[in-house]
């Protein structure tokens, strides 16, 4: 069993920074790939940014791309995102998910581990 931690959310006034962690229970964290998705009120579950399992490979949401940055330390089971420049659209609850595979992907369906979520509000 894989248990995801997310941390790191709060509230911030926009164009400020926040970075979030997501540490992994087990053994095998750096054999897959990792991602970050969001849930804003009302709406639905939106890919953020995700990365392959060697951190080679990232990819980004249009809406955060040149703001938002992820990051994985294998060595600490755990993988980030940080998020600067935050606008009050950003405001949601952030989830770290981990992937059956190596490989990134944009598919909610090849995410078999999810956190618990963190929020993240940002004012105007």
């Known amino acids: 069993q894989v248990h995801l931690v997310e941390s790191g959310g709060g509230l911030v006034q926009a164009g400020g920074s926040l970075r979030l962690s997501c540490a992994a229970s087990?053994?095998?964290?750096?054999?897959?790939?990792m991602g970050w998705f969001r849930q804003a009120p009302g709406k639905e579950r939106e890919f953020v940014a995700i990365?392959?399992?060697?951190?080679?490979?990232?990819y980004y949401a249009d809406s955060v791309k040149g703001r938002f940055t992820i990051s994985r330390d294998n060595a600490k089971n755990t993988v980030y995102l940080q998020m600067n420049s935050l606008k009050p659209e950003d405001t949601a609850d952030y989830y770290c998910?981990?992937?059956?595979?190596?490989?990134?992907?944009?598919?909610?369906?090849?995410?078999?581990?999810w956190g618990q979520g963190t929020q993240v509000t940002v004012s105007s």
């Open positions: 087990g053994r095998t964290f750096s054999s897959y790939a």
């Open positions: 998910a981990r992937s059956r595979y190596g490989s990134a992907s944009f598919s909610e369906n090849s995410y078999d581990y």
């Open positions: 990365m392959d399992w060697s951190g080679g490979s990232t």
